[in-house]
């Protein structure tokens, strides 16, 4: 990772809205993988009337790589911060400011200079958290549902409604997990197996009804380390899935994508409540009681779970995954109240 003065300084005036002249820095890893890296970047900034000012941005670089039917997610956070969805996100509801994007076609490669937001985030996210965030995505994703915003047309690069289904299918073609929820040596209490098989078997109808549901603006990677709160404000990162998907597909991953075991039937019973009244603020929502959050979350995680056990590490990696099965089982049959 190279930064040069000359970019750091331009981005530290545009956060700042001071010329800076110089600054000095160093780096801190806050995650990453084989196809991007998230840093820290802190420092001393110096304007030019010689006021020095401490900061803290983030530098995300991001390279090419491949998501399965769905070719252009690489570089989606990159097109959506150059477009105009910045201006439909509230004071409650927003992402981080971009101060500088810049794309190198010759590498593919991306590097974004965000806003540091440092909030609370991951398992340390309160009941009462998790039940603003669902609330302030509902009455997001439910204002652009109702005043469909012109920005909207203009957003090329968005994953597709049916990216879900086709994912699902994918993992439902794969023997290796297909197979063993249906074979004699498959470990599952027989419930949680008949509830994984029943999906399959119902899918048909189970995707006709979803296909009712209001098509919504989704973040689609809605979970807890996605997610930061800040002084009553949630804040999203991570925006290459996002696209076309239906009313629920985000709670879906609220509730289910690594979560607090021991609070998960708690939060279904608050955020999805809090989800439709957001909603429901803007635009008309269905009714509460036909929510298809349980079937989206076997959709959306089912077969992710079956895998993550046969591929755990260790035994600890196995019971979280088959415990959280058994906390769907459960949500599925736990009344929502509106």
Known sequence: MK???????YVLSQQFKKEIISADFTTKS?????????????????????????????????????????????RREY??????????????????????????????EYQLWLEFIDGVSGLDLTGDMYEQAALELGRY???????????????????????????YLHYRSWPLVYNYIRSEDCEFPQHVRQMLIDIDEHSEDIFARI??????????????????????????????????????????????????????IEYYQRCIPAYYRGFAEYADAPSIADHCVCELILIIFGYRLVEGYLHAKDEDGKVLNLQTLQKIYEMKNTPVLS
């Open 30 to 74: 806050l995650q990453g993988g084989t196809v991007g890296n998230v840093n820290l970047v802190t420092g001393t900034a110096e304007t030019s009337d010689g006021e020095r000012l401490p900061y803290h941005v983030v530098l995300k670089i991001q390279k090419k790589w491949e998501r399965y039917s769905d070719p252009g997610s690489w």
């Open 211 to 264: 296909e009712q549901l209001p098509l919504v603006l989704c973040h689609r990677d809605f979970w807890i380390t996605n997610i930061i709160y800040d002084g009553g404000t949630i804040a999203l990162i991570d925006w290459d899935t996002s696209g076309w998907g239906y009313l629920g597909e985000d709670i879906a991953s609220l509730l289910a994508d690594e979560v607090d075991l021991d609070h998960m």
């Open 79 to 108: 097109d959506l911060y150059a477009s105009d969805l910045g201006a439909t996100f509230t004071d409650k509801f927003r992402w981080p400011e971009c101060y500088h994007a810049e794309m190198n076609d010759g590498q593919n």
């Open 3 to 9: 930064i040069t003065i000359e970019t750091l300084t």
């Open 141 to 167: 994703q439910g204002k652009l549902y109702a005043e469909q915003p012109a920005v909207l047309e203009h957003l090329t690069n968005l994953s597709r409604a049916d990216l879900m289904k086709n994912t």
